[in-house]
């Protein structure tokens, strides 16, 4: 099985920049694992599609950025595969941000963020999500803001396992910017929306507005 689009960076390398359109892959749809000094940039106008298989470890999106890099950017119009659609591990010392306007995933989680203790600020912003496990999860170790957007409906487990939930956030007491949760419908077997904030600010949610 191969990535659609697979790239591994080194230490002394810079920016990595991926402009595509439509991808497929036979494992994962994209996947990048930079350990440069620079940022992780991912910008796909067409859909993304890792294996669609739910028995599958397919990603639709899959990107690890090492403690030398800086920011990470996602920006994605549809994204689609039987594990997890979106995977980001942002190690570096900068943002994390994830947009996309639809994204599927058959077995496990929709988008999963997770952040290093050098990073700054972690945001995802989406239209719908359909997961089989749980819609949106973010496990923010940085010191900026936790921020997540959804503008359509959130359904997680969509696998009828009964574990899902929609939106799962936390982050650590380093973290000095508060968490902040915007989504309009959220189904979920379990909660709908889970915030561990031990941050040094607050936690403001708006549900169905």
């Given at each position: 099985?191969?990535?659609?689009?697979?790239i591994t960076s080194q230490a002394t390398s810079g920016k990595v920049d991926v402009k595509v359109n439509t991808v497929q892959g036979g494992h994962h749809g994209i996947a990048v694992a930079h350990?440069?000094?620079?940022?992780?940039?991912?910008?796909?106008?067409?859909?993304v599609e890792g294996d669609t298989n739910k028995d599958a470890a397919g990603y639709g999106i899959y990107a690890v950025n090492s403690a030398n890099g800086t920011d990470v950017t996602i920006k994605a119009v549809d994204v689609t595969a039987g594990d997890e659609g979106i995977r980001v591990v942002n190690s570096g010392k900068g943002d994390t941000t994830v947009e996309a306007k639809s994204v599927t995933s058959r077995a496990w989680d929709?988008?999963?963020?997770?952040?290093?203790?050098?990073?700054?600020?972690?945001?995802?912003?989406?239209?719908?999500?359909?997961?089989?496990?749980?819609?949106?999860?973010?496990?923010?170790?940085?010191?900026?803001?936790?921020?997540?957007t959804a503008t359509g409906k959130i359904s997680a487990d969509?696998?009828?396992?009964?574990?899902?939930?929609?939106?799962?956030?936390?982050?650590?007491?380093?973290?000095?910017?508060?968490?902040?949760?915007?989504?309009?419908?959220?189904?979920?077997?379990?909660?709908?929306v889970l915030v561990d904030n031990y941050g040094t600010l607050g936690t403001t949610i708006t549900a169905g507005a």
């Amino acid at each position: 099985m191969w990535n659609g689009i697979d790239i591994t960076s080194q230490a002394t390398s810079g920016k990595v920049d991926v402009k595509v359109n439509t991808v497929q892959g036979g494992h994962h749809g994209i996947a990048v694992a930079h350990s440069g000094t620079d940022s992780l940039l991912i910008t796909a106008t067409g859909l993304v599609e890792g294996d669609t298989n739910k028995d599958a470890a397919g990603y639709g999106i899959y990107a690890v950025n090492s403690a030398n890099g800086t920011d990470v950017t996602i920006k994605a119009v549809d994204v689609t595969a039987g594990d997890e659609g979106i995977r980001v591990v942002n190690s570096g010392k900068g943002d994390t941000t994830v947009e996309a306007k639809s994204v599927t995933s058959r077995a496990w989680d929709g988008v999963n963020v997770t952040t290093g203790a050098l990073s700054q600020a972690a945001s995802v912003k989406v239209g719908t999500v359909s997961a089989g496990d749980d819609g949106i999860v973010v496990a923010h170790n940085g010191v900026g803001a936790l921020t997540v957007t959804a503008t359509g409906k959130i359904s997680a487990d969509t696998d009828a396992q009964g574990v899902g939930s929609g939106v799962v956030t936390a982050n650590t007491a380093t973290s000095k910017g508060g968490t902040i949760i915007n989504v309009g419908e959220v189904a979920a077997s379990q909660v709908g929306v889970l915030v561990d904030n031990y941050g040094t600010l607050g936690t403001t949610i708006t549900a169905g507005a």
